[in-house]
């Protein structure tokens, strides 16, 4: 079940975030996380970590990040409608699978 979810958004598609700290804002997905139904997100959901100086970075100090959001928590943003929606599967005519928009029926991939 886990999997499933995270077969609706690969990574480069833009997504909207629905819930959280963030919500409202879009970003352009960096990387899924299938085993643990997260996605890293450009620019948002940003953590502050306090790191040490050591052999990878010279001068420590307080390093602000992207920390990846539960799946769940964000919505495909479609190409021809701009606004959040959900994604279906839909076979084309050679055979291939293809997500698809439910509101305007436009191919996503």
Request: with cysteine; aromatic share 0%; glycine share 8%.
């Amino acid at each position: 079940m886990a999997v499933e979810h995270a077969r609706a958004l690969k990574k480069n598609d833009v997504v909207m975030v629905i819930a959280g700290k963030d919500k409202g804002k879009r970003g352009k997905v960096l990387k899924v996380i299938t085993k643990i139904d997260r996605a890293l997100v450009e620019k948002l959901n940003f953590i502050k970590r306090h790191t040490k100086p050591g052999a990878a970075s010279k001068q420590g100090g307080i390093l602000e990040r992207e920390n990846p959001i539960h799946i769940s928590n964000l919505m495909l943003v479609c190409n021809r409608c701009d606004r959040p929606v959900r994604a279906g599967v839909s076979l084309l005519s050679d055979g291939k699978k293809v997500r698809v928009c439910k509101k305007c029926g436009e191919v996503v991939d």
